[in-house]
Nanobody, 128 residues
Framework: GQQLVESGGGSVQAGGSLRLSCAAS????????MGWFRQAPGKEREGVAD???????RYANSVKGRFTITREKAKNTLYLEMNSLKPEDSAMYYC??????????????????????WGQGTQVTVSS
C-alpha cells in the first residue's frame, strides 16, 4: 500500500537548520498534492507548507522566508528545508499527501486541505 515515512527531525539551537524528508512509496500517479504539518503539545495542528504536481508552493506566514518545501521526483521524496529555526518551531512534524490530485489550492488553504495519507511524524526541538 501507499506509505509516507518522515525522517530528519532532531534537536537544534535557535538559528540553526534542519531538513526533513518524507519518503513516499506504493504509488505511481504523477499527480499529487503534498504538505507538511506540525503540532506542538497543547496546540492545534498547523499547516506549514504544501506543493503540488505543477510545482506550486504555499507557506504559512509563520514560516515564509525561512522554510522551503521541495519534492524530488526521482526519489519520490518530499523535503522541508528549515532555516533560522526558532523555539516556537518546536513540534512534531508530519507529511501528508493526496495522489491523483494535481493541485492543492482549489481544495483549501495551507492547513485546510484534507489529506488522505499521513506519515507517522518526526520530532523537531529548537532550544533557545
Amino acid at each position: 500500500g501507499q506509505q509516507l515515512v518522515e525522517s530528519g527531525g532532531g534537536s537544534v539551537q535557535a538559528g540553526g537548520s534542519l531538513r526533513l524528508s518524507c519518503a513516499a512509496s506504493g504509488y505511481t500517479d504523477t499527480r499529487y498534492c503534498m504538505g507538511w504539518f506540525r503540532q506542538a503539545p497543547g496546540k492545534e495542528r498547523e499547516g506549514v507548507a504544501d506543493i503540488d504536481s505543477d510545482g506550486i508552493t504555499r507557506y504559512a506566514n509563520s514560516v515564509k522566508g525561512r522554510f522551503t518545501i521541495t519534492r524530488e521526483k526521482a526519489k519520490n521524496t518530499l523535503y522541508l528545508e528549515m532555516n533560522s529555526l526558532k523555539p516556537e518551531d518546536s513540534a512534531m512534524y508530519y507529511c501528508a499527501a493526496n495522489f491523483g490530485q494535481r493541485r492543492c489550492y482549489p481544495y483549501g488553504n495551507v492547513g485546510t486541505v484534507r489529506y488522505y495519507y499521513w506519515g507517522q511524524g518526526t520530532q523537531v526541538t529548537v532550544s533557545s
